[in-house]
């Protein structure tokens, strides 16, 4: 089956830096997904990009179709950032998402 | 309704109980999604539901393990004999058409087997 990696899988931020989040994929998608958990564990919609590049405030996604990846960046990074980041990937071989195993990011004041 | 609902919140039962989960989805999903999330790990995907196609059962642990969904809409999840490993967040998530639409998950429902 398809095979979704995400790195790094800690991140410990200072309060206004930037990240970077990365997710590869083994094989060709139909849908990719970022979502955060926050730290009541609800899943939060980031963006829904099967491909090109979003922006939502301090948050933008890119994902590279042909490349098998996307990534996330986070800008100016606040405390409420804080939790675990994952992408989950639509294959067509298969019916549910599949989840990488997040990113956990730690943002201090 | 506005979200993907989950029922109840928080669920404590005895080792040897059977225990029944509740997702409503969003209103007008015809797809629906359970997953399991134990402390600390990542989603494990458990059952899917696509209009009135046969349910994707293929990712349920043991036969303890059961879903059905009545009318197209609600979703129950049930564990029967339940054991201290069945103990976790129990996630639903609806999309408009499953594959190539965003889907959309409720708070969880976790349950503690004691």
């Known amino acids: 089956g398809i095979q979704v990696e995400q790195s790094p899988p800690d991140l410990i931020l200072q309060e206004g830096a930037n990240s970077t989040l990365r997710c590869n994929f083994s094989?060709?998608?139909?849908?990719l997904q970022w979502f955060h958990q926050n730290p009541w564990g609800q899943l939060i919609n980031l963006f829904y990009?099967?491909?090109g590049t979003k922006q939502n405030g301090r948050l933008s996604a890119t994902t590279v179709a042909t490349e098998r990846y996307s990534l996330l960046y986070i800008s100016s990074s606040q405390t409420t950032d804080s939790g675990v980041y994952f992408c989950a990937v639509d294959h067509y071989n298969n019916n549910d998402m599949r989840f990488g195993a997040g990113t956990r990011l730690t943002v201090k004041p | 309704g506005a979200g993907v609902s989950q029922s109840p919140s928080n669920k404590v039962t005895e080792k040897g109980k059977d225990v029944e989960l509740r997702c409503d989805p969003i209103s007008g999903h015809t797809a629906l999604y359970w997953y399991r999330q134990s402390l600390g790990q990542g989603l494990e995907f458990l059952i899917y539901f696509q209009g009135n196609s046969a349910p994707d059962k293929s990712g349920l642990p043991s036969d303890r393990f059961s879903a059905e969904r009545t009318g197209g809409s609600v979703s129950t999840l049930t564990i029967q004999r339940t054991q201290q490993e069945d103990s976790a967040v129990y996630l639903c998530a609806s999309s408009l058409w499953g594959r190539n639409t965003e889907a959309f998950f409720g708070q969880g429902t976790r349950l503690t087997v004691v």
């Open positions: 094989d060709s998608v139909n849908n």
């Open positions: 990009i099967p491909s």
